[in-house]
């Protein structure tokens, strides 16, 4: 059984929504025939490489005083998953990060440089948006640093492959990220609840129609929900 996550290191639904799907994984009977594939999706896509800013101003900018609020709550609720998780981080393209995971596929690394980049970013606030730094970071994670360098000073490789990955979630009408697909068939939308994902993977095991009203996610046009109160 194949799961694909579409999902945006910077988007902090996907790193609460993974650290869910990755306890409801662990305890699924059939985890050793599942097959984990990450998908990319840009939050920003075309965003200026050489802008890099801290997350509070880019909130700021975006909602005004309440935006730095915004992200302590979500803090919180991450806290509460047992994630560390800071607000002084960075935001910046992460075009060329997602095709560093696109590499990290043909190593057999990319659930590990997934789960160190979301670490990376969340609970260090490191800055993984230039050139220099992301190099860094990707060898850390067992990369080839002849590999790294070369996709990062090539704009065209696995470029082809990011903009698959994300006109199929345009196909798909995939509204934010995180986005679930297990199977082509199951479809399970946000940062859900363990046991949401629990039940997902067992009704696509099974080929049962499984449905669940969409949670909290990120967007291209409205940045990131807050669950009601």
């Not at 985890?31 to 801290?54: A, H, I, M």
């Not at 220099?132 to 590999?147: H, I, K, N, S, Y």
């Not at 995939?174 to 068939?185: A, R």
Request: net charge negative; charged share 25%.
């Amino acid at each position: 059984m194949r799961v694909e996550i579409w999902a945006d290191i910077i988007c902090p639904w996907c790193y609460i929504g993974k650290a869910r799907f990755d306890h409801a994984l662990a305890a699924f009977a059939h985890r050793n025939q599942v097959e984990v594939l990450y998908r990319s999706f840009e939050l920003e896509p075309g965003r200026d490489k050489t802008r890099v800013e801290p997350v509070g101003q880019m909130l700021i900018d975006r909602f005004g005083p309440r935006g730095p609020g915004m992200d302590q709550q979500v803090a919180e609720l991450a806290r509460a998953e047992g994630l560390d998780y800071r607000t002084d981080r960075h935001v910046g393209s992460t075009f060329d990060l997602h095709r560093l995971i696109h590499l990290a596929r043909e190593y057999g690394l990319q659930d590990e440089l997934v789960a160190a980049a979301f670490r990376a970013n969340f609970a260090e606030a490191r800055n993984l948006f230039t050139t220099t730094t992301l190099a860094e970071f990707a060898t850390e994670t067992g990369l080839d640093a002849q590999d790294v360098q070369r996709v990062l000073n090539d704009p065209t490789a696995y470029a082809a492959a990011v903009r698959a990955d994300e006109q199929r979630a345009d196909e798909l009408d995939v509204p934010g990220v995180p986005f679930f697909l297990i199977d082509g068939h199951t479809v399970i939308s946000g940062g859900q609840s363990v046991d949401s994902f629990t039940r997902a993977l067992e009704r696509a095991w099974t080929d049962t129609p499984y449905s669940v009203d969409s949670a909290a996610v990120c967007s291209p046009t409205a940045s990131c929900e807050l669950p009601p109160r």
